[in-house]
């Protein structure tokens, strides 16, 4: 699919950035929409700054648009706990906003980012907001005819992640500190999956099999915490001290968090992808750039070392 006009909500965000990229390499011409301007947007991209809760500002971005990528949403468990409420607007009303302009505007296909938290009683707030929403977006389709793909991720990380990306605090506690804290034992087993391999897959997404469908966006393959902490530590040449200390919280998983019956989904991969080791040295680099403009002093660097 070619030649597309794409709307994508959350355009100046860690995933949605990339998707926005990724379109365009895919010869997409992408409408980005978002409450702040993109850092990463080009010259020649257009750009709207509006709110997800104001239907004027939403229709407005959408108009002339084919498709659309919702990737607007409040991300984080644990700010998903404190402040329920702007969770529960921000993902849940904020979607049903833009499905009811979406119908009006006869967009062909509705791409929603949800979490694999959804299988799970974890995730807290957070999570029953991604799943209210993934039943909302079915009965739209079930009543007015508004497809959809929903795309359930697992953990990402690289470049442009956000302050709570979990490898994004790994990595910037070792630099700033040569130690990383880490609540729990570290026997948590995920899938990571670099955002440029993620971003790439839900370009694929937009064949017609996989329209009205749910689709697992994860790594190839399972690793344990503890191990991807000894991986940075190698990276760094043994110099990191990994700590780990008591987690009473109960909100992320531990081995999976297949535990709620769910819509079934496919899991979508691709022939070739990023190596976690390489690209954890890549994201590393990223992070030093960003830590020295901000004129942070960094009591190890990669890059140094390296040279």
């Not at 301007?37 to 002339?64: C, F, H, R, V």
């Not at 299988?119 to 977006?137: L, N, T």
């Amino acid at each position: 699919m070619k030649n597309k006009n794409i709307l994508v909500t959350g355009s100046s965000g860690f995933i949605g950035s990339h998707i926005v990229d990724a379109l365009e390499e895919n010869g997409h011409k992408v409408v980005l929409f978002d409450s702040v301007s993109s850092k990463y947007k080009s010259k020649t991209q257009k750009e709207i700054i509006g709110d997800i809760l104001n239907i004027d500002d939403i229709y407005e971005a959408m108009t002339g648009c084919d498709v659309v990528y919702h990737f607007a949403a409040q991300a984080d468990i644990d700010f998903s706990m404190i402040d329920p409420v702007k969770t529960i607007q921000q993902n849940i009303i904020g979607t049903q906003n833009l499905l009811e302009t979406a119908k009006k505007q006869k967009v062909d296909r509705l791409f929603f980012a949800s979490t694999i938290y959804v299988y799970s009683e974890m995730g807290s707030f957070y999570r029953v907001s991604k799943q209210a929403c993934e039943k909302i977006i079915e009965e739209y389709q079930k009543v007015f005819g508004l497809d959809y793909t929903i795309l359930r991720f697992g953990s990402l990380y690289g470049p442009r992640a956000n302050e709570f990306n979990a490898i994004r605090i790994f990595l910037t506690q070792a630099l700033k500190n040569k130690k990383i804290v880490r609540r729990g034992d570290g026997e948590e087993i995920r899938e990571y999956i670099h955002v440029k391999d993620a971003a790439r897959l839900c370009v694929d997404a937009l064949n017609k099999k996989y329209k009205n469908k749910h689709l697992i966006i994860t790594g190839n393959q399972q690793i344990r915490v503890k191990d991807l902490l000894t991986i940075i530590q190698e990276i760094f040449g043994g110099e990191i001290e990994i700590k780990f200390v008591p987690d009473e919280e109960l909100h992320h998983y531990q081995i999976t968090p297949y535990n709620y019956r769910s819509q079934v989904a496919k899991k979508i991969t691709s022939n070739y992808h990023y190596d976690l080791g390489q690209g954890l040295v890549d994201f590393i680099y990223d992070l030093e750039i960003m830590l020295d403009k901000e004129g942070n002093s960094n009591k190890i660097s990669l890059r140094k070392r390296r040279k």
